[in-house]
């Protein structure tokens, strides 16, 4: 994409979320969703405290709780209650917010794509993901998921421009780190993903610069992580008088939730509860992607460099799409995995998995097929994926509780 067609597309996605907040705080807009309900009550609520306060929010009686929120780091709290001081709605503040997230996240996804794909195809890239049936369940909501793709999304893209630009490489840790404070131990599917992009761009590296800048911000995350948990844990203390990490340890690791259970039996059985998901949430392209992988352990190219087909140190459109297309879906494979080990399980854990998928079916199926690449081509303008946000959120307001739901079938 060109400079123009970047600032273009940048001012539409600006454009679609002043007309989106603005929407959402008209309408007084709430979802019937527990889960959003409670982050923007929290987040409206910790508002009205000192800002000092803020790194220690309560559950303040909903969900029927009582006493200190520890489920989470306060990341996810703490843009609403700054906007709500601003003067927006409270209660809308965590929506007109978490759009945002999601508006991040689809430029984003462009502009990733857009380095490894023509333009035309980074743009469908940009209007696919907003119509999987997991973007459907989520259109509205006031959730940590599009705040943690987002993240992971700055850090991937940062990690691509890191090759050949070392300031980018604080965009990479910016990324882990506002991860880190919105889903806490989540956060370690940031260094997993940008390793495997890496690696999936290697032949095509800059040779001056190898990106040796990228991997050492990789390995300055657990560093990071270190540092933003020891300076979030002692300014808690402050406030509070208590330790934070205690209580968190005890959210996430129970001892009860897993005593007397069969590590290998939990495992395989979550791992295909969670593949039932990926197939829904991300279709349909998850059934390309699934194709399309197939295709290529049949050809041996199981590493992004061992296509016959293609001289692995030619950088052409079709190499990078094929490179791009082997990273999201190993990359998939092993976020699926590596949550599949967890005691507890949930559709939203994995939610980056699900657009991940879509990208590695969506990708190689606008090159192979020729009547989609041409519908792309008819469609391309850098604005259309903002547009078509506004438009889906406007159905979603104007039709709330009126349409089927995407929601998966409950076990």
């Known amino acids: 994409m060109t400079r123009h067609q970047v600032r273009t597309a940048a001012a539409a996605w600006a454009a679609a ?37 803020w790194i220690a929010p309560q559950w303040w009686g909903f969900w029927n709780s009582e006493g200190p929120y520890c489920e989470h780091p306060v990341g996810m709290f ?8 601003l003067g927006y709605p409270p209660l809308q503040a965590a929506y007109a917010v978490n ?11 462009t502009w990733i794509a857009a380095a490894v794909a023509t333009r035309s195809e980074a743009t469908a890239i940009g209007s696919i993901l907003q119509l999987l049936p997991i973007a459907f369940v989520f259109r509205i909501r006031a959730n940590q998921e599009y705040a ?44 997993i993903v940008c390793v495997l992009w890496l690696v999936s761009r290697i032949p095509a590296a800059a040779p001056r610069f190898e990106s040796r800048i990228a991997w050492a911000a990789i390995a300055a995350m657990p560093v990071a992580a270190v540092v933003i948990a020891w ?31 069969s590590p290998a039996i939990r495992t395989i059985y979550t791992a295909t509860w969670y593949l039932t998901r990926v197939i829904w949430y991300a279709f ?33 459109d079709a190499e990078s799409g094929r490179r791009a297309a082997w990273f999201a879906f190993v990359a998939a494979v092993l976020l699926t995995a590596a949550f599949s080990l967890a005691h507890r ?29 041409r519908l792309a081509s008819r469609v391309d303008r850098p604005w259309l994926p903002a547009a078509l946000y506004v438009g889906l959120v406007i159905l979603t307001i104007a039709s709330y509780g009126k349409l089927p739901r995407f929601t998966f079938w409950r076990t």
């Open 17 to 53: 979320w002043i007309l989106t907040a603005a929407l959402i705080a008209a309408v007084r807009y709430e979802s019937r969703d527990p889960d959003s309900q409670l982050y923007a009550g929290i987040s409206a609520r910790l508002a009205t405290e000192p800002a000092l306060q």
């Open 78 to 85: 703490v843009v609403p209650a700054a906007l709500a001081r």
């Open 99 to 109: 759009a945002l997230y999601q508006i991040l996240s689809f430029a984003l996804a």
């Open 148 to 191: 943690v793709l987002a993240g992971l999304l700055f850090a991937l893209y940062s990690t691509e421009r890191a090759r050949t630009s070392a300031v980018w490489s604080l965009g990479m840790l910016a990324g882990f780190s506002a991860v880190l404070l919105v889903k806490g131990v989540f956060a370690i599917m940031v260094p």
């Open 231 to 261: 300076g979030y844990e002692s300014a808690y203390v402050a406030v509070t008088g208590r330790s934070f990490l205690e209580i968190y340890q005890t959210r996430q690791l129970p001892e009860a939730a897993i005593a007397g259970e």
């Open 284 to 316: 349909p392209w998850s059934l390309f992607a699934a194709g399309f992988a197939a295709m290529s352990l049949r050809e041996g190219a199981w590493l992004p460099w061992s296509s016959a087909s293609v001289p692995p140190a030619r950088d052409n």
């Open 345 to 373: 399980k949930a559709d939203r854990y994995i939610f980056p998995v699900y657009f991940l998928i879509a990208a590695a079916g969506a990708g190689p199926s606008l090159r192979r097929f020729p009547r989609l690449a």
